[in-house]
């Protein structure tokens, strides 16, 4: 049973950092792409990063050169650092297996101005 549990949201300051964690099991994470999406109020579920199996890695835009996105297979985990962050990155953000179609339950991230 594929399962996804994200960590690390929380309430931060514009210009701030946080690290959100995507702890994986039921399945070969190191064979997995692995990507963060996030939703904000009203709005549409969007992409934010991915990383796949070889380490490569893809961003949106809107956190180019802000967030990175990194795994370590040891721990079946992911990671999203998320640096200089704004309030338009106000949000829930989602853990996904790409190729299981899975999701987590979500983290809460708040950017105060």
């Known amino acids: 049973q594929v399962q996804l549990a994200e960590f690390g949201g929380g309430l931060v300051q514009a210009g701030g950092s946080l690290r959100l964690s995507c702890a994986a099991s039921?399945?070969?994470?190191?064979?997995?792409?692995m990507s963060w999406y996030r939703q904000a109020p009203g709005k549409e579920r969007e992409l934010v990063a991915t990383?796949?199996?070889?380490?490569?890695?893809s961003f949106a835009n809107t956190v180019k050169g802000r967030f990175t996105i990194s795994r370590d297979n040891a721990k079946n985990t992911v990671y999203l650092q998320m640096n200089s962050l704004k309030p338009e990155d106000t949000a829930v953000y989602y853990c996904?297996?790409?190729?299981?179609?899975?999701w987590g339950q979500g983290t809460q991230v708040t950017v105060s101005s």
């Open positions: 996904h297996a790409v190729q299981r179609n899975s």
């Open positions: 039921g399945f070969t994470f190191s064979r997995s792409t």
């Open positions: 990383i796949f199996s070889h380490y490569g890695t």
